[in-house]
């Protein structure tokens, strides 16, 4: 990833309380054959995420199928999850997004935006959006709702 993704990830996750600790583990792309197999592919990558999830008590799949959450949705999401579920994978697709399986074995799906975004900013809004959610959930000034 570029520096400025990383940056951006490593700046909302130094500003999260210590309750919350948002980390990216990366899955290495699926190998594609010489005929460039997307299937092949993605059947890898989903293979290795669901074993890195196995552990976590709430799965959610970022997909574009997914239901859209408002900054404050996302805050009553979050505020659950501080009270009720330790380990929370939120899942980002590869480049050729997720097999059936995963969407199938997703606690949740959640849209994060109707657009296609590239892989590095989902990244950093995603890490922005959680930050922003504990801000609601804390009654920080940060989020700006109605003012």
Not at 111 to 124: D, F, I, K, N
């Amino acid at each position: 990833m570029p520096g400025w993704v990383n940056d951006g990830v490593k700046e909302y996750a130094r500003r999260m309380p210590r309750q919350i600790q948002f980390s990216i583990e990366e899955i290495p792309p699926g190998q594609r054959t010489a005929r460039g197999s997307v299937s092949a592919a993605r059947e890898q990558e989903a293979t290795q995420l669901i074993k890195r999830t196995a552990a976590c008590d709430l799965r959610i799949a970022l997909d574009e199928k997914g239901k859209p959450w408002t900054s404050t949705e996302l805050a009553d999401q979050l505020r659950d999850w501080l009270h009720h579920v330790p380990h929370v994978a939120l899942m980002i697709g590869g480049p050729d997004g997720f097999t059936n399986e995963i969407r199938d074995t997703a606690d949740r799906l959640w849209s994060l935006s109707g657009l296609t975004l590239p892989h590095g900013l989902v990244r950093v809004v995603l890490a922005e959006q959680v930050y922003r959610a504990w801000t609601i959930v804390d009654g920080h000034p940060y989020h700006r709702e109605g003012r």
